[in-house]
């Protein structure tokens, strides 16, 4: 029995399919191309391998991280009420989408409610570098003007505390 082991693919690499060819010099512009070309085209050009052989092959050739020192802003808030949180969230999801279209350096933008208290929530963000989070993402926030969105009588009454954090890639962000 053929002994397999997995090896990488070189950057050069070209893989050819039925449908079209695949120049893997051209990065993909999103993590679910990078798995679509792995796991659709890779795994059909290397069916004579174990399927083992083709996952830990998948694995080594993806990139563990978008760059290399991704920023990571967790914002932590306390709100009086449930209510109160619900009005924050309704107010802030436009801003969401003006920061998904306008801030190519933002991976991550993510507004999470917490299980185990409802007056709780988290705001989650990745940043290529820290320069992005001090310098677009400002101008973003300061154009949108949050405060001036709020319904009338809405009351900013809730706590928020930053955390700053710059991931280790040890382990993974892409599933």
């Not at 990078?34 to 890779?42: G, H, I, N």
């Not at 969401?96 to 507004?111: G, H, M, Q, R, W």
Request: charged fraction near 25%.
């Amino acid at each position: 029995m053929p002994s397999y082991s997995p090896t990488r693919l070189s950057p050069r690499r070209s893989i050819n399919s039925r449908q079209s060819h695949v120049n893997l010099e051209q990065r993909p512009k999103s993590l679910s191309a990078v798995r679509s070309l792995y796991t659709c085209r890779l795994y059909s050009h290397w069916a004579h391998l174990p399927r083992q052989a083709v996952i830990r092959t998948m694995a080594d050739a993806r990139p563990k991280a978008a760059a290399p020192s991704i920023h990571v802003l967790m914002v932590s808030l306390k709100f009086k009420s449930a209510e109160q949180k619900q009005i924050f969230r309704d107010t802030w999801a436009p801003l969401a989408e003006i920061v998904y279209k306008t801030e190519p350096d933002c991976l991550s933008y993510e507004f999470c409610d917490s299980c185990d208290d409802e007056t709780s929530a988290i705001i989650y963000e990745r940043y290529t570098t820290r320069a992005a989070l001090d310098g677009k993402h400002q101008e973003t926030l300061k154009a949108y003007n949050m405060d001036s969105k709020f319904p009338e009588g809405f009351v900013k009454d809730y706590e928020a505390t930053l955390l700053h954090y710059t991931e280790s890639n040890v382990g993974h962000m892409d599933r």
